[in-house]
């Protein structure tokens, strides 16, 4: 079974695919489903049929803090350190080497994947006089909405004061960095390497490319596309689609290429 979104697709193999409505197919040996969003519906029969089942269980070497409040029916792995005050919503899978520190609370029907860090200190100093570096305490937890995903090896810091808010469907790849204070839409989606520096808001329905760095205190507006490695320096409005060094936006950097060159 596979899927294309070609509108001419020739073969002689002999399998299931997936193809928008108006699609040319030249075969005798394939099954064919015409769909609008051929992608969506691989998606939809990989997920139900293909997907490896989790039992639910708490492994005998996951370390659990007696004031934890773990849903029955959630799913804890091998070495996972769960702190006091820490809350987790019903059908939740939390991998292996995982650190949920007090005061987190994850809602019902997410994955957390192997080697996640959420709610620790974030690099957050204020400095005296002579210049000396005082670590300011955040204690303000992280709040995870119902079936949200965190890749690998992702860190998401706890809030100052208030909670770091990770809304509903939100969908963060292995590698990203969340800093203290920021919040993070609905169903928007942050690819792996990116770094969502402090006090950064980001809407719904957003793209995050890979190596992307939003600096403190940004806005990003809801139905943002930001391209591979992208800087964001400041405000990006509702529905802007943006790439490259300060943030410009893909119609004025297409505009800047024409007038540079990249040779010796």
Not at 66 to 94: D, L, M, W, Y
Request: aromatic share 6%; proline share 2%.
């Amino acid at each position: 079974m596979f899927f294309t979104l070609n509108n001419f697709f020739k073969s002689n193999k002999k399998a299931l695919v997936i193809c928008k409505e108006n699609a040319i197919i030249e075969s005798n040996s394939l099954s064919i489903i015409r769909h609008p969003n051929p992608r969506l519906i691989f998606a939809k029969i990989t997920s139900e049929y293909l997907s490896i089942k989790q039992d639910h269980y708490v492994h005998e070497f996951a370390i659990i803090d007696s004031h934890a409040q773990i849903s029955e029916n959630a799913c804890i792995g091998p070495f996972t350190i769960i702190e006091k005050n820490v809350k987790i919503g019903r059908n939740s899978v939390i991998g292996n080497n995982v650190t949920i520190k007090s005061g987190t609370q994850i809602g019902d029907n997410t994955i957390i994947k192997s080697g996640v860090t959420i709610g620790d200190q974030g690099f957050g100093f204020a400095f005296s006089i002579d210049g000396e570096p005082k670590r300011i305490n955040h204690s303000g937890g992280v709040i995870i909405g119902d079936q949200v995903e965190v890749g690998s090896n992702c860190v998401i810091c706890s809030g100052t004061i208030e909670p770091i808010i990770i809304e509903n469907h939100v969908k963060l790849d292995d590698l990203v960095f969340i800093a203290h204070n920021c919040r993070i839409g609905s169903q928007t989606m942050i690819v792996a390497g990116a770094v969502i520096c402090r006090s950064v808001t980001v809407g719904s329905n957003c793209w995050v490319g890979p190596n992307s760095c939003v600096i403190d205190t940004i806005t990003i507006g809801d139905n943002t596309k930001i391209g591979i490695g992208s800087v964001i320096t400041s405000d990006v409005a509702n529905g802007k689609k943006m790439m490259g060094l300060n943030a410009l936006s893909l119609n004025n950097l297409i505009k800047f290429e024409r007038h540079v060159s990249y040779s010796d």
